[in-house]
């Protein structure tokens, strides 16, 4: 491997990143990020700071990755991550929230069955447009609670795994009470519905055994008022990005590894860091060279990747109700529908339809048009007088090459130790990326956390391998942030 690397030190083109070169003179170590999501980027800031030296290559000619802000309406506009989850101080993003100023607007607090909401500030329809009496949504959503309690009997009960909704039938035979009939029963079915949003697959592929086990940061959850760009931005500051750099081969060994993109470039370091979305990894779109060990293969065949997806409709006025979210129940969490309305939050007339699982899948299928004229529909059953939509923008996680899904999940019967596998390095190959995350997969701060954690593994891994590890200090990139004097702004209009 390292005969191969140096024989392609010659054929370094223009610009290609040339460690071996800079090292005779500085000791500037060197590595390459693959990805530049918040992971990435996370993980370049600390090398950075860290005075390595440091590519980052990204695919997409943005950055962000599935942070995407969009501001073709004139504001910003998030199509993925909007939520932070665990409005709190402990939340590795507080601090750059704080330092850039940006307003959280609060949508529930601790413990809510509706996950990212409670039920403070919403309304639901049925198919045919009536109003669900509130009471009615209190009322099941109390027995949605007790179900979810008694499918712990279930989970104890039996040693091996099942899904959460292959539970639920288990304690609806043995209580039938609290089985529900009617509109009852499509308001269960909104229920789970908004449970199949948080895990973004459907409830037959939650795993019962680990569902309720990610210990959930405290505080809450908050939008993004300005969108999560500002982060993006702040961390992405001085770092030499290359975008339209699709990585498609990694060679790695002891102490050198070779990055190819597309076009057949290559870059040279000491180490990289690989923080491309598990989809990538799964679809084999980057060849390793050596091949990856088989635990760490399975490991990436082991975890989940589900499917979200957001229709965003810009209005030119509002013509729905001053609450945090619309609903239409239905005979089954498949056609249940979930607005979230931008207004009450930002101010602006826009209302994002948000879809997951099967049906985010499905959404993908149609055309831009299409997804619009489809969810213009739903809105209809609601509000049979609403406008046309001035603009609209529509997702596409699951089918862009450069994420092939939206965020992990366990499936049922995930093996133990798979997250651990995912995460471990290789030689001088680390793994970021939210998938990898110790304890928040599938959120932003968790990627973050992944990122960080890579580049403090690779620093020593580097400086060791140097034996450079009391020259170069360990710079820990939240400091500076961390001692700013700002409050989180947290807002509930
Ligand atoms: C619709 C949706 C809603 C979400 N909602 C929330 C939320 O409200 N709150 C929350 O906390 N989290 C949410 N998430 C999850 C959150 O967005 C992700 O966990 C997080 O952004 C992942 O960051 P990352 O850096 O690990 O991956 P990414 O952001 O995907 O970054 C990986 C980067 O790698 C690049 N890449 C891919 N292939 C290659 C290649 N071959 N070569 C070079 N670069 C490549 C990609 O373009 C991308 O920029 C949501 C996600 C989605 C999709």
Redo the contacts with the bound molecule.
Sequence with gaps: MDANISSLHNLLLDGTFASHIERKNSSIPTVIV???????LAAARILHDASFKVIL????NRL????HTDYSFGYPVDL??????GVCNENPLAPFIRSLGLTLYRTSGDDSVLYDHDLESYTLFDMDGHQVPQRLVKEVGDIFKKILKETERVRDEHAYDMSILQAIEFVLDRHPELRQEGLACEVLQWYICRMEAWFAVDADMISLKTWDQEHVLSGGHGLMVQGYDPIIKALAKDIDIRLN???TKICYGPNKAMVVVEGGRNFIADAAIV???LG?LKAN??QFEPKLPEWKVASISDIGVGS???VALQFDKVFWPNVEFLGIVAPTSYACDYFLNLHKATGHPVLVYMAAGRFACDLEKLSDESSANFVMLQLKKMFPDATEPVRYLV?R?GTDP??LG??AYDVVGKPEDVYERLRAPLGNLFFG??AVSMEHQ??????YSA?VMAAENCQRHVLEGLGNLEKLQLVPLRCEIHESAFPLQISRM
């Design positions: 693959i990805g530049g999501g918040i992971s990435g290559l990204e695919s997409r962000g990755g599935r942070i993925g991550a909007s939520w932070l989850h750099h699709r990585v923080t491309v979305p990538i779109l980057i979200e997806n957001k997702s996680w450069n994420s939206c965020y990326g939210e599938g959120s932003v701060h968790g990627a990122g």
